[in-house]
């Protein structure tokens, strides 16, 4: 267990929907990050939040939002889904002492139908 | 545009046989270089990293090799274990940016 949660594991929806996938960081980190995983284009960095705020943005497509609450959890919510963003979605944390080791979570894994 | 470049995508060798996994990169504003390993149904760990100012890091079976004026860098893994099947990444971080660009993963398959 990495300590960072993910949920849910999966996730089968369709085209057209909006879901919610979850992550809670590890005890102590302020920064979470979103990386979207496909077969084709590995891990793409999607958004970072520290301690609330927004810190970077990747490739993110508008229809993607995030946000991190106060308790530090954060929430990735994608809507109008279309077939091909199916995919692994990771959340990982990382502290203020070590900004660069970042800790992920064991994935959602969305199908969209 | 893809920031770091990894190969192959794919290696098998034979248990005890040395498998090497090269990345290769542009940005030289890039001050941290870690690899990632990932089992099936898990998320990346953090296996091991380097810093420019160091050609050579090793830690257990694991060892970067790292030539800045290349702009290249792979690991290389000792006397492999099946159980070091996993996919592998490369990734790298740059100054003052809030994230880890990472390459496309290199499966590794350990044949006992």
């Known amino acids: 267990d990495s300590g960072v949660t993910q949920t849910p594991k999966h996730l089968i929806t369709a085209t057209g929907q909006r879901v919610t996938l979850r992550c809670s960081p590890r005890?102590?980190?302020?920064?979470v990050y979103w990386y979207q995983q496909s077969l084709d284009q590995g891990l793409q960095f999607l958004i970072q939040?520290?301690?609330?705020?927004?810190?970077a943005k990747g490739n993110i497509l508008e229809r993607f939002s995030a946000q991190q609450f106060p308790d530090l959890h954060s929430e990735l919510n994608l809507s109008s889904l279309e077939l091909g963003d199916s995919a692994l979605y990771f959340c990982?944390?990382?502290?203020?002492?070590?900004?660069?080791?970042?800790?992920f979570g064991s994935g959602t894994r969305l199908t969209v139908v | 545009q893809q920031q770091v470049k990894q190969s192959p995508q794919s290696l098998i060798v034979q248990k005890g046989g040395i498998p090497i996994i090269n990345c290769a990169y542009e940005?030289?504003?890039?001050?941290?270089f870690p690899w990632y390993q990932q089992f099936p149904g898990k998320g990346p760990a953090l296996l091991i990293a380097?810093?420019?100012?160091?050609s050579e890091k090793k830690e257990g079976r694991f060892t970067i090799s790292f030539n800045k004026s290349a702009k290249q860098f792979s690991l290389h893994i000792m006397d492999s274990q099946p159980g070091d099947s996993a996919t592998y990444f490369c990734?790298?971080?740059?100054?003052?940016?809030?994230?880890?660009?990472f390459g496309t993963g290199t499966r590794l398959t350990v044949i006992p």
């Open positions: 005890s102590g980190d302020l920064s």
């Open positions: 990982a944390s990382s502290s203020s002492a070590d900004l660069y080791g970042y800790t």
């Open positions: 939040y520290y301690n609330g705020e927004e810190r």
């Open positions: 380097i810093r420019p100012d160091v």
């Open positions: 990734a790298a971080h740059q100054t003052g940016a809030n994230n880890l660009f």
């Open positions: 940005n030289t504003a890039f001050d941290y």
